[in-house]
């Protein structure tokens, strides 16, 4: 039994990961054809739906090139290190209210946040090797660039989501979400009106340097079409090509679901779940909501991207070092200011 | 936009500096105005709310009518002067207006207009009738200089621009060809009932 709801949950997630996948290529491609006044893929199936199918057939057929001289095994290991460890990601992720005993999470780890920022700072490896074992200038540069700036940001994200640690008490996903189930969202504060600018500000700040930590514009230094050739994965083609591609998908909607599970009370929404209510439908329910909102702030990565030009190297890095890291230490100083003083904890 | 608000009242002191840092406002201004001002300046510093004033103009634009135009089922309206597939005009008693001349086929720079004259035997008001009047398509550039030379206004370039042929051959037109309206054309036919098909 124990092992069925192991192999469900696994089924759960995989689809999650692979239907969102492809479906966000789709809209990605969609979306900014909307933006721009254009239609975008709409002819193969309903909507255009099937052409990331058409899209990924085509990428498998392609014919596998491996430049001279370059690094075998590295620069195999690389697409497999951008995806592999951002699918792990998904193990501690609470996608739903626990139906019976069960609770919807791979595995339960009380340690969840930890596990999931480091592997949120591997799939920088992948990019890096990428590009380095492509033996190729502008594939060195857009993943050097790639680091530099991922170390950079990782720093606030690192504190900001201390500040969630900090107002759950926990570094348990479980926790984190149960008490904004319980009390309120951390975006408004966890339920405490002293702590709601906090909270805003927090959650606007984890989604910036999720931003830059998926490499997404704009902060895509990684990739950068114009002046790299296509960055760290100029030199790949076929399938290795598709892995980078995917994995940054997957990754996006790795980060888009640690922002709902640390700010936007994971599967929790007013009215529509019930954190006391073990039942299957409403299990199902919770599912939903959170797909849902994953789904949103997945759409929101994409609308950003279509809105903004890419910032210069410069200035990403003096925001992430001059203005974000102030900031999240602020932050983290009112949080705990605020859980001494007012509610009295740690007292 | 709360910087520029502020620039009238003192325009010698830029309301903040390249790097978005905020300068010392005056210390005249009232408590409450100087925290609203600095708060400002730090969104602004944050670039959150052009960005956030970007992203809702996007969203707005999301929602207007596409430009796209679905090109096998919707078609392409071109002016009337767009240059196309030539066409031989016919007078009222529907033989072709052309007097072999020769004006176009001197005149055309791609050399593909190749005409064989005859004495118009039957028909007093001329001297001379084509024989055979040829374009080769494939070698035509679509300038309109036939169309520009040509005294008796018998040559025209329609406004046609699907051109599809498996052959060389098929896109070397004769008199006949030429004499007909261009959807009546039997190439062009072809491609007509098989965009219907589909």
Redesign the interface.
């Known amino acids: 039994m124990n092992w069925l709801w192991l192999l469900l949950k696994i089924g759960v997630v995989l689809g999650i990961i692979f239907t969102l996948g492809p479906l966000l290529i789709h809209a990605e491609r969609r979306v900014s054809a909307f933006i721009q006044g254009r239609l975008g893929p709409n002819r193969l199936g309903p909507l255009g739906l099937f052409q990331p199918v058409a899209d990924i057939l085509k990428l498998i057929m392609k014919e596998v090139i491996l430049p001279e001289r370059v690094d075998r095994v590295l620069f195999a290991l690389g697409p497999l290190l951008m995806f592999i460890p951002v699918a792990f990601g998904w193990a501690v992720i609470p996608f739903g209210n626990q139906i019976g005993d069960e609770k919807l999470q791979i595995a339960n780890l009380d340690i969840g946040v930890l596990f999931l920022m480091s592997v949120l700072s591997v799939g920088v490896y992948g990019i890096t090797l990428g590009g380095w074992a492509s033996n190729n200038k502008y594939g060195l540069l857009g993943s050097l660039r790639a680091s530099a700036q991922l170390i950079s940001y990782e720093l606030s994200m690192g504190l900001t989501i201390l500040m969630v640690v900090m107002m759950a008490e926990s570094v348990d996903p479980q926790v984190i979400v149960m008490k904004q189930a319980e009390h309120g969202w951390n975006v408004f504060g966890g339920g405490s009106l002293w702590l709601l600018p906090s909270g805003l500000l927090g959650f606007t700040m984890l989604f910036i340097t999720a931003l830059a930590e998926n490499n997404r514009l704009p902060f895509d230094m990684a990739e950068c079409e114009a002046e790299l050739v296509g960055g760290y994965h100029t030199e790949y083609t076929s399938m290795g090509f598709g892995m980078f591609m995917f994995g940054e998908y997957v990754a996006m909607t790795l980060s888009a679901a640690m922002l709902t599970t640390l700010f936007l009370g994971g599967w929790h929404f007013p009215f529509l779940t019930n954190p006391a209510s073990h039942t299957v439908l409403a299990g199902i329910i919770s599912v939903l909501v959170f797909t849902t909102k994953v789904a949103i702030i997945d759409f929101t990565y994409i609308w950003i991207r279509w809105t903004l030009p890419r910032f210069r190297y410069d200035q990403i890095m003096s925001l992430g070092w001059k203005r974000m890291l102030p900031l999240a230490l602020v932050n983290v100083g009112i949080v705990a200011v605020v859980g001494v003083l007012v509610q009295g904890n740690g007292g | 936009m709360q910087a520029a608000e502020e620039t009238p009242h003192e325009p010698a002191l830029p309301a903040h500096d390249p ?1 978005g840092h905020a300068l010392q406002s005056k210390p005249t201004l009232p408590l409450a105005l100087r925290v609203r001002k600095m708060f400002h300046q730090a969104m602004i ?2 670039y ?1 709310p052009s ?1 956030f004033r ?2 809702a ?3 707005g ?2 929602f ?5 135009l ?1 090109y096998p089922e919707e078609e392409h309206r071109v002016t009337a002067r767009y240059r196309g597939e030539h066409r031989l005009k016919k007078d009222e008693q529907g033989r072709p207006k052309c007097v072999a001349c020769f004006m176009c086929q001197t005149s055309c720079p791609a050399e593909c207009i190749t005409i064989v004259a005859r004495d118009a035997t039957e028909w007093p008001d001329r001297d001379k009738v084509p024989l055979s009047f040829d374009i080769d398509l494939l070698k035509c550039i679509y300038c309109g200089m036939c169309e520009e030379a040509c005294p008796c206004d018998a040559i025209e370039l329609t406004t046609l621009f699907t051109q599809v042929a498996t052959s060389r051959e098929q896109k070397k037109y004769d008199m006949q060809t030429l004499l007909m309206s261009p959807s009546e054309r039997p190439q062009v036919k072809s491609l007509a009932v098989h965009r219907r098909a589909k």
């Not at chain 2, 207007?64 to 796209?68: A, M, Q």
């Open positions: 790097h510093a944050l959150l960005i970007g992203m103009r996007t969203f634009f999301m207007r009518p596409k430009e796209t679905q």
